[in-house]
């Protein structure tokens, strides 16, 4: 079955520090996967998306995500954090018959310090 | 343009009752998907429509329903309440079936007492 790893709970980074989320995936065929932010009480907004072609993709507010199919791995990076970037995210990939479905990780939960 | 609506936004029910919760998809988009994100964890699939038709459901029990209607809103149902159905419910719209562009709104914080 489809599954999504996001091996860190918690991270904490200074403002203008970069930052990168780990994301890894089980998926037999090629996967479609996703990046979602969550601020608190809020929906989800996507950041971005991989379907195929370029393996590095960019996505908005200066975030990117990089396909390594060898490592089985859709990492999330910002060169230089804000303090507005504070929030939960979460790595998806498409599943079922469709890719209908989306398979969430449990969510990396960023801080930043000022 | 309006995002994905659901209604209501808040609500508190006892044990037992049972619940309807409200989406209205982007304009154009004919796929509602429905997914359950209990505090601390992800959100988890649990229902699919596409022009009327289930196209999806998740590992959830029978308690739980949805279905779709003709001007592509959808209800979520819930009978039978537990207290560990307790969550935030997301509803996602997207054109397709596909989740390749699934918006999601603000979702309805469900909490049973």
């Known amino acids: 079955a489809q599954s999504v790893t996001q091996p860190d709970i918690h991270i904490t980074v200074s403002e203008g520090a970069s930052l990168e989320l780990r994301c890894n995936y089980s998926y037999g065929a090629t996967p479609y996967l996703f990046w979602y932010v969550q601020s608190p009480g809020q929906g989800l907004q996507l950041l971005l998306k991989y379907f195929s072609g370029d393996t590095l993709v960019q996505g908005i507010k200066g975030f990117e995500a990089e396909f390594k199919r060898s490592q089985s791995s859709f990492n999330l990076r910002k060169p230089s954090v804000h303090w507005s970037d504070a929030a939960e995210y979460f790595c998806a990939v498409g599943a079922g018959e469709y890719g209908n479905k989306l398979v969430f990780g449990a969510g990396t939960i960023l801080r930043v310090k000022s | 343009d309006a995002g994905v609506t659901q209604s209501p936004t808040h609500l508190i029910k006892t044990r037992g009752q049972q619940v309807t919760l409200r989406c209205s998809p982007i304009?154009?988009?004919?796929?509602v998907s429905w997914y359950q994100q209990v505090l601390g964890q992800g959100p988890q699939f649990i229902f699919q429509?596409?022009?009327?038709?289930?196209?999806g459901r998740g590992n959830f029990p029978d308690r739980f329903s949805a279905r779709q209607f003709p001007n592509y809103s959808s209800e979520l149902n819930v009978n039978a309440l537990l207290l560990g159905d307790s969550a935030l419910y997301l509803c996602a719209s997207s054109f397709r079936t596909q989740a390749t562009e699934a918006f999601f709104g603000q979702g309805t914080r469900l909490t049973v007492v």
């Open positions: 429509y596409y022009e009327k038709e289930e196209r």
């Open positions: 304009s154009g988009h004919k796929s």
